[in-house]
């Protein structure tokens, strides 16, 4: 059978469709890579407010910012500034004793720590005790049906304070709800999150978001759906400081692989990250809050990594709007 032949106008019409092809092919390899991929930000300004703070360099503790002023619940003693450059003790001791173990949440102005905690993880005294401050000089205490557990980060939704996993001999994979953090409802002995410890928990427009290496989402702090199997794809990433500023999940202070950086990454949706290389020094257990519409930070560790085994400790003391 004779084949028809093709018309010299044929052939250039293939080859101008040949282009186009490719930059399809481009387009959509692209697209598939930012899937993967971290972008870069610069529209962010740090500036350091103190190189040294009048407080004893170290790590984990916390910052708040209650009404007009910011507090410092450093494990010496609790400080407060209304500007982050002149600090003033208060007189308040850190009651929950050790905050690498236990944490203090505020709700409506009044802070509350859950538990007492002494020793180490060998060796330690756990007591199921409550401390509330609403003037922020003295503490109340209170007994309370708190669970036993610590390595959790306790966060206040719909008026409720909540627990989510946590350890004590294992990790659990509870949740815990309570109106006035003196008596405590088990919500649920199991989820889809499974066991979880040292999981950070921020809300973002009536949203909470949980934060491990992984991200889970949920409308209501009980039924979780996972949003992303990685912050950070290829990386395992741990000991950072979280919260919501302008819009955004932040992440201060971060651990990489094993080993400490200053990059900073903020996320609108949990899924899709913006990474910002900080000025200041690599760290973990930073102490952060947003106060006055811009973000201060303070403290960290830095070290007992193989390249790194000695420890570094800081109080230098940061802004970034």
Known sequence: MKQKRLSPIWWIGMLACIPFAFVLIKRNADEATQKNTITTTSSYQWIKLLDSAPWKKTYNYQLF?????????????????LDAVNWSTSGLSDAVNNQAF?????????VFGFGYFEGNIERYTFQPKLFITSNLR???????????????????FNNKFWIIGGEEQEVSSEIWSSNDGRNWFKEKASTALGKRTGSQIVNLRDTLYLLNNDVWRSTDAINWTKVSDAIVPGQTIFGYTALVYNQKIWLLGCNRNGQFT?????????????????????????AA?????????????????????????????????
């Open 262 to 286: 200053s990059n900073v990454l903020n996320s609108s949706d949990g899924i899709h990250w913006e990474e910002q290389e900080a000025p200041w020094l690599p760290r973990g257990g930073i």
């Open 289 to 321: 809050t947003v106060f006055k519409n811009q973000i201060i930070m303070t403290g960290g560790k830095y070290g007992g990594t193989p390249n790194h085994p000695e420890f570094r400790y800081d109080n230098d003391v940061w802004v970034m709007y």
């Open 102 to 110: 236990l944490d203090y949440v505020v709700k409506n102005d009044t």
């Open 138 to 156: 003295s503490w109340k205490e209170s007994a309370s049906n708190l669970p036993r557990l610590f390595f959790y980060h306790p966060f206040v």
């Open 65 to 81: 910012a209650i009404r007009d002023t910011l507090w410092c619940f450093h494990p010496d003693t609790v400080w407060y500034s």
